[in-house]
């Protein structure tokens, strides 16, 4: 038997018969999805998106508002994406990765703000963006995680990205990690398997 | 675990080295382990073949663990009722209560020690000494 999802009651992509900007304020959840889609390519919708996400509580607009946000992929777009992976709701977070992911242009000029967060689960969040990134960029980024950061789970999620990516030159800084927290259950196992799978595809010196 | 047939665990985790690291823990303790990467896959993967325990993050893409066991809870079919262990590095008390709405039946903070999840697993799957 399927998983059933309630079929809308409108034709989600109409296009509202008012003001997107307006209908994105005060209207149905259909109009307000409807006006979500449209607005990212109207003047003044990337600050009525941005406003909108900030208030919005269903999710399927929510996700519209966070798709049309990427789509603008425009510096205020991302900027108005940014504070919401600090959500307090998992749903929101994921969206909020979900299009900080897509970006046209990509994250790079504001992972290293998002990696010196104060809060660890952005940090953490912010370690998994950080494979967008071409590998080169990305390891410079992580392996300093991997020195300093003072949470073990940080660190593992930063160990998780370079264990698909990293080459030899990060095998200390891992190993050092590690040793950063004796007592955490789960780093040496993931820094085991990292090493494993750096020097399963590292070419022998004579090859 | 009890002699026969191994008890199925999900494993629900979008980290592949957690999912191998939990993996490593329950197959040493005796359950045949499944993975997904999100609450969708794992959706996808229960409705073909159900299993006796969940283990499930928060923080996933696609679908987020909270929603996944909510969107499963709401289900008219057996596997509305599969036990759930939520793992997350989310420990505030609002993420405790909102695992609790969602319907999770236990909640452990990461890192979670191998023999901690096997306890919990054993205590779900009504292995427990």
Same mark, same amino acid.
Do not use: W
């Given at each position: ?21 307006a ?11 409807a ?14 998106l ?26 205020e *777009?991302?900027?108005?994406?940014? =504070?919401?992976?600090?959500a ?5 977070? *994921?969206? $909020? ?32 963006? @950080? ?6 960029? *990305? ?23 370079? @264990? ?14 590690? !040793? !950063?927290?004796?007592?955490? =259950? ?5 820094? !085991? ?8 595809? $590292?070419? @022998?010196?004579?090859? | ?13 979008? +980290? +592949? ?11 040493? +303790? ?11 896959e794992?959706?996808e ?26 969107v ?14 939520v ?40 292995? +427990?000494?």
């Amino acid at each position: 038997m399927p998983l059933i999802r309630k079929p809308s009651p409108a034709a989600p992509d109409a296009v509202p018969a008012r003001d997107p900007l307006a209908a994105l304020r005060d209207g149905s959840p259909d109009e307000r999805f409807a006006a979500a889609r449209a607005a990212g390519g109207l003047p003044g919708g990337v600050p009525a998106l941005a406003g909108a996400l900030s208030r919005e509580a269903d999710p399927r607009v929510r996700e519209a508002i966070l798709t049309s946000l990427s789509r603008a992929g425009t510096p205020e *777009a991302v900027a108005a994406i940014l =504070p919401h992976v600090h959500a307090d709701d998992a749903n929101l977070r *994921a969206g $909020t990765l979900d299009a900080l992911r897509v970006v046209p242009g990509g994250l790079g000029p504001h992972l290293p703000g998002l990696l010196a967060d104060p809060d660890p689960d952005v940090r953490l969040l912010a370690c998994d963006l @950080a494979r967008g990134l071409p590998a080169g960029e *990305a390891v410079a980024l992580l392996v300093p995680i991997l020195d300093a950061d003072a949470e073990a789970n940080v660190c593992a999620a930063a160990v998780e990205v370079l @264990a698909e990516i990293a080459g030899p030159d990060a095998l200390p800084a891992l190993e050092a990690c590690a !040793r !950063r927290f004796p007592g955490d =259950p789960f780093l040496p196992f993931a820094v !085991r398997i990292a090493a494993g799978r750096i020097g399963a595809r $590292t070419p @022998a010196p004579d090859e | 675990m009890t002699e026969g047939k191994p008890k199925r665990v999900l494993v629900v985790d979008d +980290a +592949a080295l957690v999912r191998l690291y939990y993996r490593d823990a329950l197959e040493r +303790a005796g359950y045949a382990v499944d993975e997904a990467m999100n609450g969708l896959e794992a959706l996808e993967k229960l409705l073909v073949a159900p299993v006796d325990l969940l283990v499930v993050d928060v923080n996933m893409p696609q679908m987020d663990g909270f929603t996944f066991l909510r969107v499963l809870r709401r289900q008219d079919l057996p596997v509305a009722s599969i036990p759930a262990l939520v793992t997350t590095t989310e420990a505030g008390p609002q993420d405790r209560a909102a695992a609790r709405e969602a319907g999770a039946n236990f909640y452990l903070v990461k890192p979670v020690p191998q023999d901690v999840l096997t306890v919990y697993a054993g205590l779900l799957c009504g292995d +427990a000494p």
